[in-house]
């Protein structure tokens, strides 16, 4: 295919999980002769496969891949990070391609490659240590109330089930005595490339009957033994993340295993919804059912490139 040189463009592929979004990206890759970006911020660590449901050693194999596994949980890794690497790979990509595939659900950080990152006011650092302690002391649903109350856009699309996002935008909100979400999508950076989003979605209970599928097929795959293996080091960030954290709570005898599942799943499903709310934000996104031919994406991604 052809294209104006001076038009780089990155192809950001998105939408809740087990969609179908891995498959459609090495599609893309193929037909357009290009590389893969993960925005997956579950999938950048090694120690994570089968929870995280990175790309088989297969599908690895069908196109060049970058920020998957390429980190380890011991290792402290941000979206700020993410953002100034992924850049400089699709700037050095882009010299021999003029397109670039990303895929991804973590909304978060597909945003900060294709936007920018948001400029956040300084604040005391005492009110973190304080959030911290009320964490410590009433648990993680009183902040999560909290949050609601300050800022209810905010609670209604941030990963709740993560402390430190969830105390994030609530030292925001104290310090500044403004919404967290006030400052979203103020200045940005401005990027070298064009950016064109695909986003693939389906009803609601055929996104939760792949998701209930999914979760089936990573335990049978080995999701038990991957979570027991990382026990002990449960309390790494990385793994503060649905289909492990649910295990461990299994293996600390609060659970039986079949809970365990249930609320892998229903913790996923919730996830899925949260995904689907920051992606419709993005009001010039292209959106496709699930089962749509990669011949139909790939021609309307054409007409909107030439």
Not at 35 to 63: H, N, V
Not at 279 to 299: A, C, G, P, Q, V
């Amino acid at each position: 295919m052809s294209l104006n040189t001076a038009n780089k463009y990155l192809i950001a592929v998105v939408g809740p999980t087990a969609i179908g979004k891995t498959n459609l990206s090495i599609k893309l890759a193929q037909h357009f002769n290009t590389e893969i970006l993960s925005a997956d911020s579950r999938q950048f660590f090694k120690e994570m496969q089968i929870g995280t449901a990175a790309p088989s050693s297969e599908e690895l194999a069908q196109a060049q891949h970058h920020f998957i596994q390429h980190k380890s949980i011991e290792e402290e890794y941000n979206v700020g990070t993410f953002e100034k690497e992924a850049v400089q790979k699709i700037t050095a990509l882009h010299k021999t391609h003029n397109i670039v595939i990303m895929v991804g659900g973590s909304g978060l950080y597909v945003d900060a490659v294709t936007k920018g990152l948001d400029y956040f006011p300084e604040v005391d650092k005492n009110i973190r240590e304080q959030l911290n302690l009320q964490l410590e002391n009433n648990g993680l649903e009183a902040l999560q109330l909290q949050l609601k109350q300050l800022d209810p856009t905010t609670y209604n699309t941030i990963a709740l089930d993560n402390p430190q996002r969830v105390i994030r935008a609530l030292e925001v909100c104290i310090g500044s005595h403004l919404p967290y979400s006030s400052f979203l999508n103020k200045d940005k950076n401005n990027r070298a490339f064009k950016t064109l989003t695909i986003g693939l979605t389906a009803e609601r209970s055929i996104i939760y009957e792949r998701i209930e599928k999914r979760v089936d097929l990573m335990l049978e795959s080995g999701q038990l033994e991957e979570a027991k293996s990382l026990y002990n080091r449960k309390e790494r960030n990385a793994l503060n993340t649905v289909g492990y954290k649910e295990l461990f709570n299994y293996f600390d005898g609060k659970w039986t295993l079949d809970f365990a599942i249930s609320e892998i799943k229903k913790n996923t499903r919730r996830f899925a919804k949260r995904q689907l709310t920051w992606f419709k934000r993005n009001e010039n996104t292209l959106w496709f059912d699930y089962e749509s031919s990669d011949e139909m994406i790939i021609k309307k991604i054409q007409e909107h490139i030439v």
